[in-house]
């Protein structure tokens, strides 16, 4: 293991602290097979409701900082402030994304840093081969990494785990589009990345708070991501819907002006209404999307670099051994 690995751990949590003091046994026990590292966690409570512990055990990591938010922003919001606080704040080389619950296995730390190694211009991103889900969550996962597909062109099988060198950190803080979905941000970035097989654990404690309605919200702001390609995309469908139906309608009428004795009484009026009125659906909701993206554009983007630090409202540090100072 080569020296200079200064790491950052960041890791939202909202009301989970006994999953967060197993979460922090097992990193420490990363560290310690990591001696040549330091390695520091920064929890963001993303405006939990329940108090967090006053002091946790650990030995070998270099401390634990607890950002408190002003309000709850989301899972996502809070990994996107907390990174955007890892780069302003810390001196890290290197920052894993991860979430607290143990679903992301902490022992991958240690092969996420010797595949950087491997991969220095790359982020290391965790590509599941096996999940711990039930059969229905894994059923719509692949439906939904199916529809990412379709509407953006491309492929996503990886989560919020990852491991990221400062230098694409940064880059990708002045995105507005990180605080809605992170990984399908790293996507969008064109930065280089490098997939690792993981298995995804068992949960430490407790029932996920994430439901169905959730899980379709999370795909969604996924997708959206990708907004500019998606109404391209959603624009030569339309384009070739109307073609067909003008086509359609066209040929009806010549029908129904040449072979009248032929065709059915009122069928060529008929495909010529419809076609017309699939013509007329297309173009409206064709411009009710380009009016609702110039509307966007006019809006105010949320830029963690510059943004994110309005949102914490008190650090907590927390060193090896010691009790809790509140600054």
């Given amino acids: 293991m080569s020296t200079g ?23 420490d026990t990363v560290a310690a097979a990591m001696p040549s590292a330091s390695i520091t966690v920064i929890a963001v409570d993303d405006g939990s409701t329940l108090l967090p512990p006053a002091e946790y055990a650990f030995h070998h990591l270099a401390g634990v900082e607890i950002l408190n938010l002003v309000c709850n922003v989301g899972h996502q919001g809070a990994i996107c402030i907390g990174l955007s606080e890892a780069v302003q704040h810390f001196h890290f080389t290197h920052i894993v994304v991860m979430d607290a619950d143990g679903e992301d296995d902490p022992a991958y730390v ?6 950087q190694q491997q991969n220095p211009d790359s982020i290391i991103v965790a590509s599941r081969t096996k999940r711990s889900e039930g059969i229905l969550f894994r059923t719509f996962y ?7 597909r379709m509407f953006t062109g491309h492929n996503i099988d990886f989560g919020n785990f990852s491991m990221l060198p400062v230098e694409a950190a940064r880059r990708i803080l002045h995105m ?3 605080y809605r979905h992170y990984a399908a941000s ?23 708070t994430m439901n169905f309605v959730s899980l379709v919200k999370h795909g969604f702001m996924a997708i959206s991501v990708f907004a500019d390609v998606v109404q391209t995309r959603l624009f030569l469908v339309f384009c ?3 073609s067909v139906a003008i086509v359609t309608g066209i040929m009806a009428s010549v029908m129904r002006l040449f072979f009248t004795g032929w065709a059915t009484p009122g069928w060529a009026t008929t495909v010529a209404g419809i076609s017309f009125l699939i013509v007329v659906q297309s173009l409206t909701l064709l411009t009710v999307i380009i009016f609702g993206d110039l509307n966007k554009a006019s809006l105010f983007h949320f830029i963690p670099a510059l943004h994110a630090r309005h949102y914490v409202e008190k650090r907590r540090r927390i060193q090896p051994k010691t009790a809790v100072t509140v600054s």
């Fill in 5 to 27: 690995l200064n790491l950052g751990i960041v890791t939202p949590v909202y009301n989970d602290w006994q999953s967060l003091e197993h979460l922090i046994r097992d990193l």
């Fill in 110 to 115: 240690k092969d996420m840093w010797e595949m």
């Fill in 142 to 148: 692949v439906l939904y990494r199916l529809i990412f």
């Fill in 176 to 178: 507005s589009e990180t």
């Fill in 186 to 208: 790293l996507k969008k970035s064109r930065l280089k990345l490098a997939g690792l097989s993981t298995i995804r654990k068992k949960r430490y404690a407790g029932k996920s």
């Fill in 240 to 242: 070739a819907f109307s």
